[in-house]
């Protein structure tokens, strides 16, 4: 198993918390999407789409955070990441996918490259673009998470899962860009209690071998 990861990417940090749920210890390339490596003739080869993170599993390349995800919690199905309910499962992929699908796309490092480089906006407005996604999403995310007695410690009951996976990178990006969190009471309340396990602590950015 061979992980290709980038320290500060929201979908490989996703990717490493599921990991280290999972207790799985695979072999890890850094692939630098600052440097544009992630853009290189050796990376692309492996992920066409450019972009991380990337599971090599004998022969197989898996890529879309999601995808990896869901596959590591079928083939390792201890502890699981969805809940056993058909109902329930659902409620906690929408919660997962509403973050996953409609705010960090908006927000992901070639979008933002995007806006100041060819669109020309200056560091305010790429700033301004940031916030106004992160507010748009959160609000009707905490307005999920708080108006729904299923809310637990973590986002979906007492047992951490797919939601929470999605949440904490998201909610760690979020206090990078200067966004007040504390605005969303319930994600606040939430996001301080995932990064007290070790699997959601270890696998922070600035955790990682190629944060330094």
């Known amino acids: 198993m061979q992980f290709y990861d980038y320290f500060r990417s929201s979908a490989a940090y996703r990717c490493r918390i599921a990991i280290n749920l999972k207790g799985l210890n695979p072999e890890r390339t850094f692939v630098n999407l600052r440097t544009g490596e992630v853009r290189s003739d050796w990376y692309t080869k492996i992920n066409p789409q450019q972009l ?54 908006l927000n992901n490092l070639r979008v933002l490259n995007y806006l100041t480089g060819d669109m020309g906006l200056s560091a305010e407005k790429k700033l301004e673009w940031y916030h106004h996604w992160i507010e748009v999403g959160f609000t009707a995310l905490e307005a999920q998470l708080a108006g729904d007695p299923r809310t637990g410690v973590y986002c ?36 301080a209690a995932i990064n007290t396990l070790d699997a959601f602590a270890d696998a922070q950015p600035g955790n990682q071998p190629d944060a330094a």
């Open 156 to 191: 979906h009951g007492d047992t951490v899962g797919l939601a929470d996976i999605c949440l904490a990178p998201q909610v760690f990006n979020a206090r990078r860009f200067e966004v007040d969190v504390s605005r969303y009471p319930t994600i606040a309340r939430i996001d």
């Open 52 to 105: 991380v993170p990337s599971l090599a599993l004998n022969g197989d390349v898996l890529t879309q955070s999601m995808a990896i995800i869901e596959y590591l919690d079928e083939e390792y199905p201890d502890p699981p990441l969805l809940p056993r309910d058909a109902l329930e499962r659902a409620r906690v992929r929408a919660l997962a996918q509403s973050i996953a699908c409609d705010i960090h796309p």
